[in-house]
């Protein structure tokens, strides 16, 4: 069975940056989409970024573009988040997440209903 576990958050300064790492139990390669979500303390959880199972496929929302980086290390089943020059408003809880989406090449990370299969988060705080 699928596990997934985040790992990476943290306090950082307004304009810093942080890599967040999502680790998966089973081989992911080929099979699973994964997904970044993050939820702000009251607010609903959205969407963030995500790769598509053949590695290649990305998909970015807008308030991230050009700023974050997702990556997948298929050898270790490891799906990474590199976030650069971040803000206040990126602050919230990061999860990772699975959809089992066999030899896809897009995906997207605005259907949160896609992703059954989800990791416990990680605490990001962008704060001075």
């Known amino acids: 069975q699928l596990l997934l576990v985040e790992s990476g958050g943290g306090l950082v300064q307004p304009g810093g940056s942080l890599r967040l790492s999502c680790a998966a139990s089973v081989i992911i390669s080929d099979y699973y989409v994964i997904g970044w979500f993050r939820q702000a303390p009251g607010k609903e959880r959205e969407g963030v970024s995500c790769?598509?199972?053949?590695?290649?496929?990305?998909e970015y929302r807008d308030p991230v573009k050009g700023r974050f980086t997702i990556s997948r290390n298929n050898t270790q089943n490891m799906v990474y988040l590199q976030m650069n020059s971040l803000k206040p408003e990126d602050t919230g809880v990061y999860y990772c997440?699975?959809?089992?989406?066999?030899?896809?090449?897009?995906?997207?990370?605005?259907?949160?209903?896609?992703?059954?299969?989800w990791g416990q988060g990680t605490q990001v705080t962008v704060s001075s």
């Open positions: 997440a699975a959809d089992w989406t066999p030899r896809s090449t897009l995906c997207t990370a605005q259907s949160l209903g896609r992703y059954r299969l």
């Open positions: 790769i598509a199972s053949d590695g290649v496929g990305t």
